[in-house]
Each structure stands twice: as C-alpha cells, then as structure tokens.
C-alpha cells in the first residue's frame, strides 16, 4: 500500500499503539527524558541530545555511552565545551571513529555558544556543522517536541518492514520518508520518535526480528508476508576497493613513541599516526613514508582495517632509537606514559600494538632494555 493510500486513522492508530508500547518499554538511555517525565512536562537538554546524535551517528548505544559520560562530565554544557582546546576533545573522541564529526562538533558548539543556544527548528538546526537532515529533525523532535519526521537506520528498516517497501536506494528513502512523515502525530513526537528507534533496536532487530512480541504486529505487511527479513530490499553493492600503505613505529629507549598530526581536513583529520607513507591503490616503495634514518625491520603479518569506502592494508616497520634521535619536523616523540592519552584512531592503535605489543593498553609497558629488539608483530584484522 502507497502512502497515499493509507488512511490518516490508520496512521493515526500505529502512532498510538507504538506510544502506548514506549510508555511500558523505553529504553533508559543517559541522554534521554522518559515517558513519564516528559508527560509532566519535563524536556530533554538540548546539548545533551545533540551529543548524543551526533556521537549516534555511525556508532551504536553500547559504544557511546562511556564516550557520552566522558563528554558530559568533562564539559557539562555547550559553552563549557565551546570552550574547550581543540586538542582535549579529539584526545576525548578517540576511538569513536569518523573524526570529522569531533571537528564539526567543536565548530557546532562555538556557533551555538556565540548564538546563546540551540535554534528549536530543524531547519535552523541544518545550518550548524556536522547536522544533517536527519539530526536536525531529531534534535527538534526530542529536544523541543516538534513533529518531525525522524528516519535513522533503525526507523528505516522498521518503517521498510511495516510497508513492505520493495524499493531500494534512494526511491526507498523517499517512500520511508514520506511513511514516517505520514505517520508522525503532533501530540508527543518526541516519544514517537524514540519510541520507533527503540522498536528497531529492541524488537524489529536486523536479524530474526521478534514480530510476535512487536506491537505493530498486525499492521505489518512484511510479518503478514512471513517474510520480514526481505527488508529493507538492499542495493546492489560495489567492490570496496584496498589501498595499501606502509607504517613507521619508532620506540625510543625510554619507550616514548614518535608521532606526527595528520592534516586538519580529509580522512582522520587533526588525528595523530605514526609516520607513514601515502595509501594508495599500488604497493609503496621500500623507503616511502620513512620519517628518518633508522635500522627499520618489518613486523610480522599486516594491519587492515577497513573504512566505509576502502579497506586498508598497512605494512608495519620498526626500530628502536637511541635517546639522542631528534623528532623530524612536525613530529614528537610521545612518553610511553602519554601514548594512551594521545588522539590515536582506531587503526593507529592497531599499527602500534603490531610493533609493540600493550603500548596503547591500560597498562602501558616498561622502558625498551638497551639493545633489547622486539619480536614478530601480529596480523590485525
Ligand atoms: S511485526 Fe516484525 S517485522 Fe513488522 S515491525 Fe514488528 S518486528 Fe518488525
């Protein structure tokens, strides 16, 4: 059935049994103001809200939390975040991936600072960094309890399953999209919103989907069908291509580490890395991406780690140095003590760990012994 075909009661019906569902199982998240508070006329902080969406997006519940606590705690409002170095919150975001969002997050927090808070409207909430359409209108719909339409992954697929939407691609994102806007009531669209989220992380799962404990039960086409896991009907997918590159672990004697800063802009921006060569879709040359003259041994098996766009497969090569070996320009030898503080993505940890096994660990290790040299590395996949 096409959305326009669908009646506004009808609509009006799945809202309400899904509301009715939210009351009794709404998910306690840190961020969130639940059902009964809400209804007492209690709203979410709107930092607290953003945060979460933006820390959401590309990252599941379990991973941000701990990364939301830190935030929170650290900088309890926008402003204290606005605040902020730079340096500190890409410290602080380390390890929850796609580094531009921490760039566009500290730019966010200044213009919301400087504008003396967050605008209420999902269009005015588009013009910030970092916020899409799909931010902006669950910031607004949370935040503020404004009716607006909110499809994430997990509304998505609920939404393709409840309509047995037999698009793909973007024709299927049109048609999701104007079911949910269809769908969305003007009373309490902040619970909708999280109600549905909540169905699609609890119940309407990716695999195995429990349909008989799902309160849109009856009104779901794709369980009628008996087939719910058909959808969302899924594109075809292009090949992700591997580009190759070599990484430099230079150890100090004392254990310090040397790193440099990756470029502001582009993939892993304003990150650290260990010196390196360019990634690119040929193998590099023997002594490409060496950032100074040291006996360089290769570590056993190689580091891939894979991007949404590539996958990566780095060749790692180390060497100690005595303690008189400058850092190159740009470049600073990191304390063991400081290696787990530093602005490390994940595929960096993994470079080092390659050479020098606990060194982003809790635990740091002691200081290399003199002359000690370090054995085979492992393959990290
Ligand atoms: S009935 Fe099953 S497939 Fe349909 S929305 Fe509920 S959990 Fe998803």
Same mark, same amino acid.
């Given at each position: 059935?096409?959305? =326009? ?18 009351? @009794? ?7 969130? &103001? ?38 929170? @705690?650290?900088?309890?409002? &926008? ?5 902020? =170095? ?23 927090? @200044? ?18 960094? *970092?916020?899409? $359409? ?77 349909? /008989? ?9 794709? +369980?009628?069908? *008996? ?8 594109? /075809? $997918? ?11 672990? =230079? &150890? ?48 056993? *098996? ?18 100690? +140095? ?13 304390? +063991? ?40 590395? @492992?393959?990290?996949?």
């Amino acid at each position: 059935m096409k959305p =326009a075909e669908r009646t506004e009661g009808e609509a009006a019906d799945i809202a309400t049994r899904l509301l009715a569902w939210y009351d @009794r199982h709404a998910r306690r998240l840190p961020w969130r &103001v639940g059902p009964a508070e809400r209804a007492a006329g209690v709203l979410p902080d709107p930092y607290r809200v953003w945060l979460s969406e933006v820390m959401l997006q590309q990252t599941t519940v379990a991973a941000v939390r701990s990364y939301f606590d830190t935030f929170v @705690r650290q900088w309890p409002t &926008v402003e204290k975040l606005a605040a902020a =170095a730079d340096d500190d919150v890409m410290r602080a975001w380390a390890g929850l991936g796609y580094y531009s969002r921490a760039r566009n997050l500290i730019a966010a927090a @200044r213009a919301v600072a400087a504008a003396g808070g967050f605008p209420d409207q999902a269009v005015a909430l588009t013009k910030l960094p *970092g916020i899409g $359409r799909y931010t902006a209108s669950a910031i607004a719909a949370i935040a503020f309890d404004r009716p607006e339409a909110v499809v994430d992954g997990n509304v998505e697929r609920v939404i393709a399953r409840l309509f047995a939407i037999a698009e793909s691609g973007a024709e299927a994102k049109r048609l999701i999209l104007a079911e949910q806007e269809r769908l969305t009531p003007h009373e309490r669209p902040g619970d909708y919103a999280q109600a549905m989220m909540d169905i699609g992380a609890t119940i309407c799962t990716p695999k195995r989907p429990a349909c /008989a404990l799902c309160p849109l039960n009856d009104d779901c086409e794709a +369980a009628a069908e *008996g087939r719910p896991e058909a959808y969302p009907v899924k594109a /075809a $997918r292009t090949a992700r291509p591997t580009r190759y590159g070599r990484a430099f672990v =230079a &150890v100090r004697e004392d254990g310090a580490i040397l790193l440099r800063r990756r470029p502001p802009k582009g993939l892993l921006g304003g990150m650290a890395e260990v010196p390196g060569s360019a990634w690119s879709g040929e193998h590099p040359g023997d002594d490409e991406g060496s950032p100074t003259k040291l006996p360089w041994r290769r570590v056993a *098996g190689k580091v891939v780690h894979v991007f949404t766009h590539f996958r990566l497969e780095l060749e790692v090569l180390t060497a100690e +140095a005595g303690a008189d070996v400058p850092a190159p320009d740009g470049a600073w030898w990191s304390a +063991a003590e400081d290696i787990r503080g530093e602005a490390l993505p994940s595929v960096m940890k993994k470079v080092i760990e390659a050479a020098r096994p606990g060194a982003t660990l809790a635990k740091p290790p002691g200081p290399v012994p003199s002359g000690r040299r370090h054995g085979g590395g @492992r393959s990290a996949a």
